[in-house]
């Protein structure tokens, strides 16, 4: 059973494709059709934005590169909108987007390994959950070790890990100096272990007191300039990108004394995004499904259909029949997918996908998307052009 197009250009919109959906006793085979590749840039970047996704070492993609299980079953890792090598859920989506709605959409990855559900409120720079210098400090144009904080701990904050800078650099120093002059520095910050580090320390697990964060000035300004303690530092990933739909997926790492805590700093991102219309909130898909209840009924309750429940619909029969698993394949782990478990052909470790897992995630969540109506602009457009 095939859903008609309705459009002379040939994509479904989104009233007919849930209603195509909604008959589960049918298979649909919907096929979405590329927009024009003609189409002026500003106009799409008028009528769609770009999407950031905020989280740990599961949006920054550690695993995507396990293709073995993909390998073994068969899978074909590029129909799903990854890659022979494998990838994120990230470029998952950004691939989808560019093949099923517009090519000039992008996904940014604002995903660093190791975060804890705070350090990411801290570098999307929100309310509660802000990085700050904890001592008095001066900055002049040679590289400086800075004491970099975070207001929900009194431990060293986590960030940089595995993401890289690029979700960080550069930050901007905005505060008084020891004067009380309003003074902004810009400039980078690196990450080392300190050196009490053990020999064979792990950089990217080992307690935060053993890491040691180099500012390096870069805004061409020589003068030393001294900051008072509490100085606020400025990440660039919490500015520019503001209005941006946002997906944020964190809380795996913990980072938050109870679920209320998670919600509001799962609120006050979004805030600091400015307040964008089109969202995403992903939790966790570790533990099973009585483990998880507590906080997804509550997350539920709180964020509706821009909620995604990875427990429940990553661990499920048709999340491995997306994914290509043969029937016989998906036998072989139907007990943790009763359970609500994670089924080893969908993750290469206790916490992280494989290849497989993260194109399964990609198309949750660009399905989902695609519901809510995050893509209906362009389309709507492109009805009034044939009208």
């Known amino acids: 059973f095939s859903v008609p197009s309705p459009a002379v250009l040939g994509y479904y919109t989104r009233d007919l494709y849930l209603k195509a959906i909604a008959d ?24 769609l934005s770009d999407i950031v996704c905020w989280g740990d070492s599961i949006t920054a993609g550690a695993g995507g590169n396990q293709v073995g299980i993909a390998k073994e079953y068969g899978i074909d ?4 909108g990854s890659s022979v090598a494998g990838s994120g859920y990230t470029k998952v989506l950004e691939n989808l987007i560019a093949s099923k709605v517009c090519g000039e ?50 431990d060293r904050i986590g960030i940089l890990r595995q993401g890289g800078s690029n979700t960080l650099n550069p930050v901007t120093i905005i505060g008084k100096d020891s004067q009380g002059n309003e003074v902004t520095v810009t400039g980078n910050i690196s990450l080392a272990l300190s050196s009490k580090a ?6 990217y697990t080992c307690d935060y007191s053993l890491l040691v964060y180099t500012f390096t000035r870069t805004d061409g300004n020589t003068a030393s300039v001294t ?8 990440t660039s990933s919490s500015y520019l990108y503001d209005g941006n739909t946002c997906i944020i997926f964190m809380g795996e ?31 966790t898909h570790s533990g099973n499904m009585s483990s998880r209840k507590e906080l ?45 478990a994670k089924s080893n052909l969908l993750v290469h470790d206790r916490v992280h996908p494989n290849a497989v897992g993260y194109a399964v995630i990609g198309n949750i969540m660009f399905e989902r998307l695609f519901e809510l109506g995050a893509f209906d602009a362009i389309f709507d457009y492109y009805d009034s052009l044939n009208a």
């Open 227 to 234: 900051f008072e303690s509490g100085t606020k530092v400025i």
């Open 253 to 283: 790492n913990g980072g938050y004394s109870d679920i209320n805590e998670l919600i509001k700093q799962q609120e006050q991102i979004l805030k600091a995004c400015d307040n964008p219309k089109n969202y995403l909130i992903v939790s």
């Open 77 to 80: 890792l590029v129909a799903l």
């Open 198 to 203: 053990p020999a064979g320390t792990d950089i």
């Open 105 to 154: 959409i992008n996904v940014i990855n604002c995903g660093v390994g190791g975060e804890t559900s705070a350090t990411i409120a801290a570098r999307a720079d929100t309310e509660s959950y802000y990085l700050y210098l904890e001592a008095e400090t001066t900055v002049s144009d040679a590289p400086i070790v800075i004491p970099l904080m975070q207001t929900y701990t009194t």
């Open 24 to 47: 589960s006793s049918k298979v649909i085979n919907v096929v979405y059709k590329e927009i024009p590749k003609d189409t002026d840039k500003a106009i799409i970047n008028e009528k």
């Open 296 to 340: 997804e009924d509550a997350l539920t309750a709180r964020w509706g259909k821009n909620y995604i429940n990875m427990g429940t619909e990553l661990n499920t029969r048709k999340a491995h029949e997306l994914a290509g698993f043969s029937e016989a394949a998906i036998v072989s782990v139907q007990q943790s997918i009763i359970d609500g």
